[in-house]
């Protein structure tokens, strides 16, 4: 059984973070798809897009991308029973503390955070193996080519 990420981000700024995620799913032959919902903007809609997905019965991981203040992580993860991997853009605003509106959420919502792209997209990948052997083998593959990346170069330090 595969499944599938959707990748909702906050506005459309956040589309370069989006699409390295979206690469790196790629690579991991994991399906996906991208929405766009402000939690603070269109939150009705952001509520209907987490109904859409939540609700079939595809195994689903929620990547959210949103930067300042990541409501968009909390309230994904508190109406949905899917996991959710928060990955907000890298941001010098505020001396880089805005990354806590990511990881400080109330008892009971727990969003997974990965300051990553590479490794949201990986996270997502190892939710959706546990159900899929295929997607469970490209995690492994993955693991082995950055793993002989290190010992490559080791291999050539003089």
């Known amino acids: 059984m595969t499944g599938r990420v959707v990748i909702l981000a906050g506005s459309p700024s956040d589309g370069e973070w989006v699409d390295k995620i979206a690469s790196n799913l790629e690579g991991l032959g994991v399906d996906h798809v991208k929405r766009i919902g402000s939690a603070h903007r269109v939150p009705e809609h952001v509520l209907s897009l987490l109904r859409h997905y939540d609700d079939d019965d595809v195994p689903t991981v929620f990547i ?7 409501a968009l992580s909390g309230l994904s993860d508190a109406n949905v029973v899917s996991p959710v991997i928060a990955c907000p853009p890298k941001s010098m ?3 880089g503390l805005d990354v806590l509106s990511s990881m400080r959420t109330p008892p009971g919502v727990a969003p997974i955070v990965a300051l990553e792209p590479a490794n949201a997209a990986i996270g997502a990948a190892k939710i959706l193996g546990l159900l899929d052997s295929k997607t469970r083998r490209s995690v492994a593959d993955d693991q082995e080519v950055r793993a002989q990346r290190v010992l490559d170069a080791d291999r050539e330090l003089p």
């Open 64 to 70: 959210t991308v949103a930067g300042m203040s990541d």
């Open 93 to 95: 605003s505020f001396a």
